[in-house]
């Protein structure tokens, strides 16, 4: 019996490698969990390095180009503005669906555009995460200021 039994669970995190790890703990109560996996690694980093880190697109494309985004993320985690901020995972399962309930302490973002693949972003190393998780989930819905996603996937 694993992680596929899961019916809620509430989790807390705050770095980059957690949220691969939780990713992956989690995605197993999902129906084709090896497919989750990456969506749900996409909105778990983007709450840490965006939501909680305040890195924009433009400067992540500009720090991945230089090879500085570990750099930066690190940087930035360590900012008395940041260091005490969290990322809040729920997960809840039922005979119906499984819902990623996804909040990060950051002041939320515009999420419109990056629900369709812009052509400008088509090539780049960024800027594709949310249209990816929209492929694997059936519904993603960003509540508040943008802060918060609820990511839903029916059984």
Same mark, same amino acid.
């Given at each position: 019996?694993?992680?596929?039994?899961?019916?809620?669970?509430?989790?807390? @995190?705050? %770095?980059?490698? *957690?949220? %691969?790890?939780?990713?992956?703990?989690?995605?197993? =109560?999902?129906?084709?969990?090896?497919?989750?996996?990456?969506?749900?690694?996409?909105?778990?980093?983007?709450?840490?390095?965006?939501?909680?880190?305040?890195?924009?697109?433009?400067?992540?494309?500009?720090?991945?180009?230089?090879?500085?985004?570990?750099?930066?993320?690190?940087?930035?985690?360590?900012?008395?503005?940041?260091?005490?901020?969290?990322? %809040?995972?729920?997960? =809840? %399962?039922?005979?119906?669906?499984?819902?990623?309930?996804?909040?990060?302490?950051?002041?939320? @973002?515009?999420?419109?555009?990056?629900?369709?693949?812009?052509?400008?972003?088509?090539?780049?190393?960024?800027?594709?995460?949310?249209?990816?998780?929209?492929?694997?989930?059936?519904?993603? *819905?960003?509540?508040?200021?943008?802060?918060?996603?609820?990511? =839903?996937?029916?059984?």
């Amino acid at each position: 019996m694993g992680m596929e039994k899961l019916k809620y669970c509430e989790l807390e @995190f705050q %770095k980059l490698r *957690e949220a %691969k790890n939780i990713a992956n703990a989690v995605s197993c =109560t999902f129906p084709q969990s090896v497919r989750m996996v990456g969506a749900i690694g996409e909105i778990l980093v983007n709450a840490v390095e965006h939501g909680n880190l305040g890195i924009s697109f433009q400067e992540k494309s500009e720090l991945v180009m230089d090879g500085k985004w570990e750099e930066e993320v690190s940087y930035r985690s360590q900012l008395s503005e940041n260091k005490d901020k969290s990322v %809040k995972v729920s997960v =809840t %399962k039922n005979e119906e669906f499984v819902e990623l309930r996804v909040k990060d302490d950051g002041n939320g @973002f515009d999420w419109r555009p990056y629900m369709q693949l812009d052509s400008a972003r088509a090539h780049k190393d960024n800027g594709r995460g949310i249209y990816l998780a929209s492929l694997e989930f059936d519904n993603i *819905e960003f509540l508040g200021n943008g802060n918060e996603v609820v990511c =839903t996937k029916f059984i």
